[in-house]
């Protein structure tokens, strides 16, 4: 299993950072350079607790598809998704948000598990992890552009 942790230091509460990592719309416009689009379950708006998005996005050269679940909420500290269909042997991204003066601390923990043996973890060594990590990356400086500019 490979885990990545990342920190985010946004100058907006808690409540604003905490929306904005749940809203499919932001995502999307974070996700842009893949051309990730949500396509079933909530496409727009705001993802709550037990309810799923399903999406799809150009991941090395090929379209891919990744249907993931809310699995757990508490207002306005942490929710998780989790893969339930995709090209993973096993996804959970954990969103953790603390409140520190001014600013939010924004935690990511991803824990994934490559199939294929062997063969899975040595593409996850050489080119999955790498990209994973700027894809989250990509993500949080959008996520931390939008909840800046509405605080």
Same mark, same amino acid.
Do not use: C
């Given at each position: 299993?490979?885990?990545?942790?990342?920190?985010? &230091? /946004?100058?907006?509460?808690?409540? /604003?950072? @905490? =929306?904005?990592?749940?809203?499919?719309?932001?995502?999307?416009?974070?996700?842009?350079?893949?051309?990730?689009?949500?396509? =079933?379950?909530?496409?727009?708006?705001? /993802?709550?607790?037990?309810?799923? *998005? #399903?999406?799809?996005?150009?991941?090395?050269?090929?379209?891919?598809? %990744?249907?993931?679940?809310? #699995?757990? !909420?508490?207002?306005?500290?942490? @929710? *998780? =998704?989790?893969?339930?269909?995709?090209?993973?042997?096993?996804?959970? %991204?954990? %969103? @953790?948000?603390? $409140?520190?003066?001014?600013?939010?601390? !924004? &935690? =990511?923990?991803?824990?994934?598990?490559?199939?294929?043996?062997?063969?899975?973890?040595?593409?996850? *060594?050489?080119?999955? &992890?790498? %990209?994973?990590?700027? @894809?989250?990356? $990509?993500?949080?400086?959008?996520? &931390?552009?939008?909840?800046?500019?509405?605080?």
């Amino acid at each position: 299993m490979t885990t990545i942790n990342l920190t985010t &230091k /946004i100058i907006a509460s808690k409540q /604003i950072v @905490f =929306d904005n990592s749940r809203n499919i719309d932001i995502h999307q416009q974070s996700a842009s350079p893949t051309d990730e689009k949500a396509i =079933d379950g909530v496409t727009s708006g705001l /993802i709550n607790l037990n309810e799923t *998005v #399903t999406w799809r996005g150009k991941h090395f050269g090929f379209y891919l598809t %990744h249907k993931s679940r809310i #699995t757990a !909420m508490n207002f306005y500290d942490y @929710f *998780v =998704d989790e893969m339930e269909e995709g090209k993973f042997k096993s996804f959970k %991204h954990e %969103h @953790f948000f603390e $409140e520190e003066n001014e600013f939010t601390i !924004m &935690k =990511d923990k991803l824990q994934y598990e490559t199939p294929f043996g062997i063969f899975g973890k040595l593409f996850d *060594v050489l080119f999955l &992890k790498r %990209h994973l990590v700027s @894809f989250l990356l $990509e993500r949080n400086k959008v996520l &931390k552009e939008i909840s800046e500019r509405n605080n």
